[in-house]
């Protein structure tokens, strides 16, 4: 199939070149994002493969659809970029990657928390310049601690086997229990009681409606003082102003975000020269109990082989006329 892939790095394009050799697309990689302006370099052909922020809202799916384009190929599991709706109105097929390695974002997690509690960003810098107190470096053991899960599927499953593995007391909260988190001894409870009863909360459940702003001043405010915050799911999971409103006064004692509401402009790219703009961005990175991360938590050889292979098999698929079991 002809497929112009958007919002390509030279990982991608080493990645998705190295596999096509088994399934021979053929393959026009550009570094832009798909946009309504550029999605005129989908000449000729069939599918366009995009990425996490590239927004395919209905006014792009038009555009596509006005070209000749069927598919939309995700190289992401998170699919809350796309208007599905206009998509099968318009017949363009979306496909995604459920599933690549749940291990690179849950122990994406476990390197956020063990860096945000025993201080190594800070330590690592003090050291080099030479300062070797211990003063504001105090942690705490995870073991006996209380970590919250919020979503169980694959990432909230792989976490849960690590942290139970550190000796920690696992509480979950899905719409959706699991038979393997329940075999590892995790206790399924209401979201108010993981929030409240956990010293360390992750967010593992898809961005929707329901989920959106799911941490608010509310909810931060049934949260232990002192608690650790960790997103790696998606940035809108999370009141940006509540976090800093939390960090503040003290009640949010740490927070990692390997996502952001607003990082589409942002992530993935180099602003090293740039005045950024993004006023909360910049209030965050400026409390020393905050680390955050440019949407990392995916970034593994092994999960980058595993895109793919899995992308190209969905085209294959879709090529030969087989139903496409990753087809949204
Ligand atoms: P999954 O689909 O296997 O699991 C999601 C779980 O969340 C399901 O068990 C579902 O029942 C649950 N859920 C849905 N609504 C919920 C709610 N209102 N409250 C609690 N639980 C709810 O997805 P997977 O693979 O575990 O990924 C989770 C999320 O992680 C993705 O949606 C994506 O946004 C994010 N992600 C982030 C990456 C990164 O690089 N930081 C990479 C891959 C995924």
Same mark, same amino acid.
């Given at each position: 199939?002809?497929?112009?892939?958007?919002?390509s790095?030279?990982y991608?394009?080493?990645?998705?070149?190295e596999?096509?050799?088994?399934?021979?697309?053929?393959?026009?990689?550009?570094?832009?994002?798909?946009?309504?302006?550029?999605?005129?370099?989908?000449?000729e052909?069939?599918?366009?493969?995009?990425?996490v922020?590239d927004?395919?809202?209905?006014?792009?799916?038009?555009?596509?659809? =006005? %070209?000749?384009v069927?598919?939309v +190929?995700?190289?992401?599991? /998170? @699919?809350n970029?796309?208007? *599905?709706?206009?998509?099968?109105e318009?017949?363009?097929?979306?496909?995604?990657?459920?599933?690549?390695?749940?291990?690179?974002?849950?122990?994406?997690?476990?390197?956020?928390?063990?860096?945000?509690?025993?201080?190594?960003?800070?330590?690592?810098?003090?050291?080099?310049?030479?300062?070797?107190?211990?003063?504001?470096?105090?942690?705490?053991?995870?073991?006996?601690?209380?970590?919250?899960?919020?979503?169980? =599927? %694959?990432?909230?499953?792989?976490? +849960?086997?690590i942290?139970? /593995? @550190?000796?920690?007391?696992? *509480?979950?909260?899905?719409?959706?229990?699991?038979?393997?988190c329940?075999?590892?001894?995790?206790?399924?409870?209401?979201?108010?009681?993981?929030?409240?009863?956990?010293?360390?909360?992750?967010?593992?459940?898809?961005?929707?409606?329901?989920?959106?702003?799911?941490?608010?001043?509310?909810?931060?405010g049934?949260?232990?003082?002192?608690?650790?915050?960790?997103?790696?799911?998606?940035?809108?999971?999370?009141?940006?102003?509540?976090?800093?409103?939390g960090?503040?006064?003290?009640?949010?004692?740490?927070?990692?975000?390997?996502?952001?509401?607003?990082?589409?402009?942002?992530?993935f790219?180099?602003?090293?020269?740039?005045?950024?703009?993004?006023?909360?961005?910049e209030?965050?990175?400026t409390?020393?109990?905050?680390?955050?991360?440019?949407?990392?938590?995916?970034?593994t050889?092994?999960a980058?082989?595993a895109?793919?292979?899995?992308?190209?098999?969905?085209?294959?698929?879709?090529?030969?006329?087989?139903?496409?079991?990753?087809?949204l």
């Open positions: 199939m002809r497929v112009a892939v958007f919002s790095k030279p991608d394009r080493e990645s998705l070149t596999a096509n050799a088994a399934f021979g697309h053929a393959l026009n990689f550009f570094e832009t994002a798909l946009t309504v302006q550029t999605c005129s370099l989908a000449e052909v069939e599918a366009v493969c995009v990425f922020n927004p395919i809202d209905a006014h792009l799916l038009r555009c596509l659809a =006005g %070209r000749g069927k598919v +190929a995700l190289r992401c599991a /998170g @699919f970029n796309v208007d *599905l709706p206009a998509a099968r318009l017949g363009i097929q979306v496909v995604r990657v459920p599933a690549y390695s749940p291990y690179a974002v849950a122990e994406h997690a476990v390197a956020l928390m063990l860096t945000l509690n025993r201080r190594t960003h800070r330590a690592y810098n003090r050291v080099r310049e030479g300062n070797f107190a211990l003063n504001g470096l105090l942690g705490f053991d995870m073991h006996g601690k209380t970590v919250g899960i919020v979503g169980t =599927g %694959r990432i909230g499953v792989a976490l +849960a086997r942290m139970t /593995g @550190f000796g920690c007391k696992v *509480l979950a909260h899905d719409l959706y229990p699991n038979d393997e329940k075999a590892l001894g995790v206790s399924y409870v209401a979201l108010d009681e993981l929030l409240a009863q956990s010293d360390i909360i992750s967010l593992h459940c898809p961005l929707n409606d329901k989920t959106r702003h799911m941490i608010n001043p509310l909810a931060i049934r949260m232990k003082r002192g608690v650790m915050l960790i997103n790696t799911g998606r940035g809108a999971l999370v009141n940006t102003p509540a976090v800093i409103a960090l503040k006064s003290g009640h949010v004692g740490a927070l990692a975000m390997d996502v952001y509401e607003q990082e589409e402009s942002l992530f790219e180099d602003h090293s020269n740039e005045i950024i703009q993004d006023d909360q961005l209030r965050l990175l409390f020393h109990n905050v680390l955050i991360t440019s949407h990392q938590g995916f970034f050889r092994e980058l082989s895109i793919a292979d899995t992308t190209l098999a969905n085209l294959s698929q879709i090529e030969k006329g087989e139903t496409c079991s990753n087809a």
